[in-house]
């Protein structure tokens, strides 16, 4: 089992910024991928970043660019820095982590931070 705990979340002006965080603890396997999602209201959960144990990283189009993904290893931990933030960007935000093996992957998911982006 993986527990994930995601914080940093809150209430930021259009064009500011928040980093959040979430820390992995547990069954983590060497090969694994770390991520967010985010879920609006009415809307399903989409990708946001992800970035691999190796340090790949891939966004969705809606923030390449405006938002940076980046992981500690030793602290198993994911961050997400956001940036040039828009009214669209408010959403639930899920931390994700993927355990790859030799039979396939199983997905953990963190309980969610609200991201509000208002004036």
């Known amino acids: 089992q993986v527990h994930l705990v995601e914080s940093g979340g809150g209430l930021v002006q259009p064009g500011g910024s928040l980093r959040l965080s979430c820390a992995a603890s547990?069954?983590?396997?060497?090969?694994?991928?770390m991520g967010w999602f985010r879920q609006a209201p009415g809307k399903g959960r989409e990708l946001v970043a992800i970035?691999?144990?190796?340090?790949?990283?891939n966004y969705a189009d809606s923030v390449r660019g405006r938002f940076t993904i980046s992981r500690d290893n030793a602290k198993n931990t994911v961050y997400l820095q956001m940036n040039s933030l828009k009214p669209e960007d408010a959403a639930v935000y899920y931390c994700?982590?993927?355990?790859?093996?030799?039979?396939?992957?199983?997905?953990?998911w963190g309980q969610g931070t609200q991201v509000t982006v208002s004036s």
């Open positions: 994700n982590l993927k355990n790859y093996d030799g039979y396939g992957r199983v997905d953990y």
């Open positions: 547990g069954s983590i396997f060497s090969l694994n991928a």
């Open positions: 970035i691999t144990s190796g340090g790949s990283a």
